[in-house]
């Protein structure tokens, strides 16, 4: 339990702090002398010489009254180095209320929202998990005991369950013609050999599920259900193949959707259809999301998905880079900063993902193996460890070879 003396009554003090120490708990008070321990105790804009006090902040932040209308510039670029001189809620408010996602709302050709302009850019950059390198600090600085453990976990997102089977005649037949069309007699042949009961090249579930046995991590599957377009290339939802899949998993592991891209206008009412569908073939409520492309609008997105009943979201991540969108790896509840409300929505993060390392960065096996390695020792005993990977890549065939060892990595 973490002790904080305060007359200020605001639900963003509340949210950011209790937040910030979770699993422990908060214990406010408004007088000192109500107190347990004053000398482990935090002063929230109140003097004493017990403790550990945090002055008044440059701006009245947790007014509901005051927006940002500018990223802060009096916390210095050495954050990690000033988290006893500064208001330390402030900054663990600004990042997981995504504060930097309404004032810079510059998009990426996905409508994504660009990282470039994230106040993290300017202090040692993106790959860092300052609010729980911070946390672990204030809890030594305190001398509280910590009862939080590690979390670690496969996440795992299936765009296409496989690659030849169970996409129904018309798409199999087509993709025959395309194979001979184009000469391609590799896929033509490893097509064939699917289709007659040989191994399909996205048919990497046993080795995850045996994987994640062996290392005693829980694995999940987001599976995309949207109609085929452009940009959702899933097998048919009716599929039985697909559906039997999805079965399977939700038996051994945990199972979410994967809410399909689709232009802004359309999108609500897509996901919509496509929660139900997962609904039906798992037959239970559907409470894991993670957005395909991680394309998602704050706060839009994030309203809709609780809307839908969805209790956790795992988008929280980059596309294009590796590191902490928020600053933190640890699951935190999301904070509506235009209705100023704490909502029920659990945002789950990721510190990369697959695609980010090979395309985006440009990295071999051995830098993506050595920058895991120093990722997961930043967080060692103060985060949590996710990743996003895809059933495809972890094929370890044509462009993915060798990146099982990746993947493997995170276990050693
Ligand atoms: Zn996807």
Redesign the pocket.
Known sequence: MVEICTTNNSLRLRYAAEQFFAPLTVRWCADGKDLYAPEKAIFYQCQSNQGVVIGPSVRDWTSLDFFYTEQPNDWGNDILLRSSEIDVFEVVFYLLARVDEYLNPNLDEHGRICTDAFIQQQWSGLNCAYIDLMRAEWIARLGIEDTFRSAKELTI?V?SAYAFLHKGMKRTLGGLVKDLIKFDFRNLSERCRALMGGEDRFDTYSYVLSQAKLHEWKARF?F?LADFGPQNIGLPFQSKGLQMLIQELDKHTAVGI?PGYHPWEEYAQATAIEVNRLKEIVGRPIQESRQ??LRMQMPDTYRLLEALGIQRDYTMGMAKEVGYRAGTSRSFRWYDYQQDRISDLEIVPFWGMDSAMKRHKGWDIATAKAEIISAMKEIEGKGDWRMIW?NETLSDAREWKGWRGVFEQQFK
């Open positions: 997102d765009d987001f995309l994967h395909h492309f895809h």
